[in-house]
């Protein structure tokens, strides 16, 4: 959304919207996929968005939280949220039922550089939750699959059992516009996927490093090691684009809390690429 | 800019004539220091104070304050009214100005937040000159002077004072309260003498910022984080006293009956252990040391990349609120020390 639109929308941009959640889905014990609609037209109509943004999330009596838009920018009037029951914001989210209210601030943050990345190769890496922002960016390209060239998704989470839309991913396994390929730590008896660190998915992938955007989102522990994989396979510095999790209280670059190097994750990311991450300290 | 010239005796004139219009504060004496409070009699202001513990951002974000009120029933909110009315602060140092300058670049930037700018736009600025006290160096970063940002600016020639008006309000309000004259060859000389003797008064030795930012990032993993991080007690005095920190929280206080209640917004401090701290308990500056650096670090460079200041305007205030003995004159001398003479 362009700052004059949101500026006439949001005269108080800490004042959150009403959205009704439309659907709530277990995806697993402890993440839950909300569906929300902003009930107000003209804000409902003024909200666009770009993968990798976030919203904050009020539960009024509770507090905010920030949460990562999971679902395409070109699926208009609905948002989708995948939330961790991890805090006291996200476990009174997780206590609503389809129907109910909460508040909506947003969206806020810097995205993925989509129009760059058309024409191009795309690799995404996710561990665990860190599926979430990219899966905006995943959806958004699956619906203009035409501007793309190869894309790859390698998926890694501890165990079968906590993988992301696993449903929905079991299926493109077999699809042939996307390379996916699904790995966990610890496997179970029905497991028949890779077993191990997505790392170790990089031998077996074949890049074109001069034609190559790299996506990457995960635990804090996890950027170092794809990076490297990604760098052994020459992908240029400002090509690999990370997104991170920090506190973003305030979404608008005034609490101060998501400070990242000498930048702030609300307004200056959560998405940097690589070169940009390099020099924000102590940031990977 | 404009000139005039005011005698002294007629400051008072000019609270009294204020006070019909605005809520005056300014500092006054207390116990043997000085806080910015409310002025009822003009003989309760101290323009000879030399600091005050807290400085004037209480005024325009206060500590605890009500952004919005909502309701339980329909989750929604109530009213998120602004409100400010209209206020006079006297006496404001030039470091406290540049000060609140510099918080208009975060407040009044790509978002605006109404709260900060409604009490910024109702309030009226009135400076004072100084004298440097021990733990002063605004001279450091230039922020000994100022040239916008207040409204009145009164530069003390003894008897009398330099008027400079910045603004028309300021300009229309000492017209129409105090009586003042033309500017003389005498009173220009006068001030410019006296600004002379202000900027040789300095005590200690000037502070080296040579590269300063440059150098945090090359002495990021330097072992004087550590001992500062040892001696720290993360209380956060510093950035409560600073008047150029503006981090806040924001938390949801329910009324005791449960059906509504209100979205509080309070100071916070990057030096409180769980500042940084994401849900799921994974903390990016867990130790005090990270967090020692990340105050300078930001102050000296983050906000310099985007603002081209630095954040702080050396007024010394978090010298002396600082239990462990941390100043940031120390810790600059403490990156400059080691390099070749």
New interface residues.
């Given amino acids: 959304m362009s700052t004059d639109a949101y500026r006439s929308l949001h005269a108080n941009p800490y004042r959150p919207w009403p959205a009704r959640i439309t659907s709530i889905r277990d995806l697993t014990e402890k993440e839950k996929l909300f569906e929300l609609r902003l009930i107000d037209e003209d804000v409902r109509d003024a909200f666009h968005f770009a993968a990798g943004q976030f919203v904050e999330v009020s539960v009024f009596g509770v507090g905010e939280a920030p949460i990562s838009i999971s679902s395409a920018p070109s699926k208009g009037g609905f948002i989708e949220l995948c939330v961790r029951n991890a805090g006291d914001v996200t476990g009174a989210l997780h206590a609503k039922q389809c129907g109910d209210i909460i508040g909506l601030r947003g969206p806020f943050g810097r995205g993925f550089p989509f129009e760059q990345m058309k024409g191009h190769d795309v690799l995404l890496v996710a561990g665990g939750l860190g599926i979430a922002p990219l899966k905006s960016l995943i959806n958004h390209i699956h619906d203009e699959r035409y501007d793309f060239g190869n894309v790859t998704i390698l998926l890694g989470a501890r165990n079968p059992d906590e993988i992301l839309f696993r449903a929905q991913f079991d299926m493109w396994k077999h699809r042939d516009d996307f390379n996916l390929v699904m790995t966990v730590d610890v496997p179970d008896d029905s497991w028949d996927g890779e077993v191990g660190l997505v790392t170790r998915l990089f031998d077996q992938l074949e890049i074109d490093p001069d034609n190559t955007f790299g996506a990457i989102c995960g635990p804090p522990v996890m950027y170092r090691y794809v990076i490297d994989e990604m760098r052994k396979k020459r992908m240029d510095v400002d090509r690999i684009y990370v997104s991170f999790e920090r506190r973003m209280k305030c979404g608008i670059g005034m609490c101060g809390h998501c400070g990242v190097g000498h930048q702030y994750a609300c307004i200056d990311g959560p998405v940097f690429n690589y070169w940009e991450a390099m020099n924000l300290q102590e940031a990977i | 800019m404009f000139f005039r010239v005011m005698d002294k005796s007629r400051l008072p004139d000019l609270v009294r004539g204020l006070s019909a219009s605005y809520e005056v504060v300014g500092p006054i004496a207390k116990g043997d220091t000085f806080v910015f409070a409310q002025i009822d009699d003009p003989r309760e202001l101290r323009l000879d104070y030399t600091t005050t513990i807290l400085p004037p951002k209480k005024y325009f974000v206060p500590p605890a304050e009500e ?2 009120r ?3 029933a ?4 109530i009213s ?1 009214e ?1 409100r400010a009315h209209p206020r006079v602060i006297f006496g404001l140092h030039p470091c406290d100005i540049n000060a609140l300058m510099l918080m208009d670049n ?2 009044l ?6 709260y900060y700018k409604a009490r910024r736009e109702s309030t009226l600025i009135v400076g004072v000159n100084c004298t440097p006290e021990a733990e002063c160096f605004c001279n450091a970063w230039g922020t000994d002077e100022v040239h916008r940002g207040f409204d009145i600016f009164l530069s003390d020639l003894g008897d009398r004072y330099f008027v400079s008006l910045c603004s028309v309000k300021g300009a229309d309000l000492l017209d129409r309260y105090v009586e003042t004259r033309q500017v003389t060859a005498d009173d220009t000389a006068e001030f410019q003498r006296v600004t002379r003797h202000f900027k040789q008064s300095f005590v200690g030795e000037a502070v080296d910022t040579a590269q300063l930012p440059l150098l945090l ?1 090359a002495k ?1 993993n330097d072992p004087v984080w550590d001992e500062l991080g040892e001696a720290c007690l993360s209380c956060g005095a510093c950035s409560m006293v600073c008047p150029t920190c ?7 206080r ?1 009324d005791a009956d ?1 059906q509504a ?1 209100s ?1 509080v917004r309070t100071w ?1 401090s ?1 030096q409180f252990s769980h ?6 308990g ?1 903390n ?2 867990a130790t005090s040391s ?1 967090r020692v650096k ?1 105050r300078y ?2 102050k000296q ?2 906000y310099l ?1 985007k603002f081209e200041r630095v954040l702080c305007v050396g007024c010394g205030r978090c010298e002396r609120a600082c239990k462990a003995g941390i100043s940031p004159r120390g810790v600059i001398e403490a990156l400059q020390a080691g390099g070749a003479s």
Avoid: I, Q, T
């Fill in positions: 952004l919005m909502f309701g339980m329909a989750n929604e909110v998120d602004v975060v407040f930037g790509e978002y605006e937040d109404p990032d990021f503006y981090c806040f929280d924001v938390k949801d329910l449960g209640g979205r916070d990057c500042f940084a701290e994401v849900a799921h994974h990016f500056r990270s990340y670090y930001h460079w983050g990349s």
